[in-house]
Each structure stands twice: as structure tokens, then as C-alpha cells.
């Protein structure tokens, strides 16, 4: 059974850093892409970006480069979205997604549960 | 606001036949494919429609999908209560970007 897990939900402070986490099981890791959906308090999905674990390719939305950074570790599975400082506007809940990539077609067949980020003073 | 036109709310009585629309542009729906998302509040998405008009794993024929240029309509038949949910269409832009409908609630009167 195809699984993606994600870690807990964050309160942080701005400015703070921050990494969530999602562990997948039930296929290979590093046969399909892993993307990053966020979807902020009571707005509609935004495509954050997307990493292939076989060899670390990653593309990001034009909206988060350089806010954000994307990573997997093969060794567990894992694949991590990271904020070196957090903003309030970063306040979303967070989900990855496996995807299917054909060309410049993604679709996202299996999610996680989602990762409610707050960041507040 | 997203560069794919979704009107913000559709309503239809249980067994009706409803439909979403998507409007886009040749930078992104008249050059690519489409695929359709339900997320019921409180839950993750879960794909029903991609490649325009094939139904995801195990989504009943209900639910169809096409496109015709710059736009895109997700059909579903047969309502049912548990069909409320918002609907999303997405879609490759050449702006290099996945792109994402701004959503369509569905009410199921």
C-alpha cells in the first residue's frame, strides 16, 4: 500500500527555521517524483515544487524559488521542505504528493496527510 | 489570482448532473494537458481526472473530463451527497510553472 506520512504540525516564531518531513513507503522512493502543494487558511493549492529522490533533480515554482528548498534522503525514504526563515505569510498547511511526470505533465496520485505550518509571534 | 479561471461555486440537486469549468489560455490549457482534483474539506486532494479525460485509479465513470481549447470541464453525474467538495483543474504553464485552478465548491442541495 502506497503511504506518505508527513511529520506533525509547527508553531514557530518569524524568522525562525524550519524543516517537515515526508516519509513514504509501499513503492520505490526513487522511481517517482515527490511534489510540495500548499494551501493557505482557506484559500485554494499552490504548486510549491518537486524533487526526483533518484537523482535530486528538483524544480520549484517561479512563486517560492529561493523561499523555500527542497531535498530527499534515499536512505529513509524521506523528503523535506525547508524555510531558513519563516515569515507569517508562510502560515499554510503543507502537503506532499507522489507524482506521475510526463514531460511537462505532472499528477499527483498519492498525498500525505498534510503539515499545518503556523508561524506567529 | 490563478492564471486558470474556475467559477467559485456550482450547486445541483442528488442525482443531477453538474458541470466545472476551466478557462486558461495557449500558455497553458491549449497546450497541455489537464488533470482534476476533489478535496473535501478538512482532507488531502485526491486526483479523478488526468490526460484531460482519463479517471484516476478506482473514480467511477461519473466523473468525465474533456477539453477543447483553452478550456477545460470536468463532468459528473448522478450526485451524490458525498460528491460535496471543492474541485480543482490543473495544468502545465509556460511560465514554468504547475498551475492550479482557483477552485469550484460544490454544493449538492
Known amino acids: 500500500e502506497v503511504q506518505l506520512v508527513q511529520s506533525g504540525a509547527e508553531v514557530k516564531e518569524p524568522g525562525e527555521s524550519l524543516k517537515i518531513s515526508c516519509k513514504v513507503s509501499?513503492?520505490?522512493?526513487?522511481?517517482?517524483?515527490i511534489g510540495w502543494v500548499r494551501q493557505m487558511p482557506g484559500k485554494g493549492l499552490e504548486w510549491v515544487g518537486i524533487?526526483?529522490?533518484?537523482?535530486?533533480?528538483?524544480r520549484y515554482s517561479p512563486s517560492f524559488q529561493g523561499q523555500v528548498s527542497i531535498s530527499a534522503d534515499k536512505s529513509i525514504s524521506s523528503a523535506y521542505l525547508q524555510w531558513s526563515s519563516l515569515k507569517a505569510s508562510d502560515t499554510a498547511m503543507y502537503y506532499c504528493a507522489r507524482a506521475l511526470v510526463r514531460g511537462v505533465n505532472y499528477y499527483f496520485d498519492y498525498w500525505g496527510q498534510g503539515t499545518l505550518v503556523t508561524v506567529s509571534s | 489570482q490563478s492564471v486558470l479561471t474556475q467559477p467559485p461555486s456550482v450547486s445541483a440537486a442528488p442525482g443531477q448532473k453538474v458541470t466545472i469549468s476551466c478557462s486558461g489560455s495557449?500558455?497553458?490549457?491549449?497546450?497541455?494537458?489537464v488533470s482534476w482534483y476533489q478535496q473535501v474539506p478538512g482532507t488531502a486532494p485526491k486526483l479523478l481526472i488526468y490526460d484531460n479525460n482519463r479517471r484516476a485509479s478506482g473514480i467511477p465513470d461519473r466523473f468525465s473530463g474533456s477539453q477543447s481549447g483553452a478550456s477545460a470541464t470536468l463532468g459528473i453525474t448522478g450526485l451524490q451527497t458525498g460528491d460535496e467538495a471543492d474541485y480543482y483543474c490543473v495544468t502545465w504553464d509556460s511560465s514554468l510553472s504547475v498551475v492550479f485552478g482557483g477552485g469550484t465548491k460544490l454544493t449538492v442541495l
Open positions: 524533487i526526483y529522490p533518484g537523482d535530486s533533480d528538483t
Open positions: 509501499g513503492y520505490s522512493f526513487t522511481s517517482y517524483w
Open positions: 495557449s500558455s497553458n490549457i491549449g497546450n497541455n494537458y
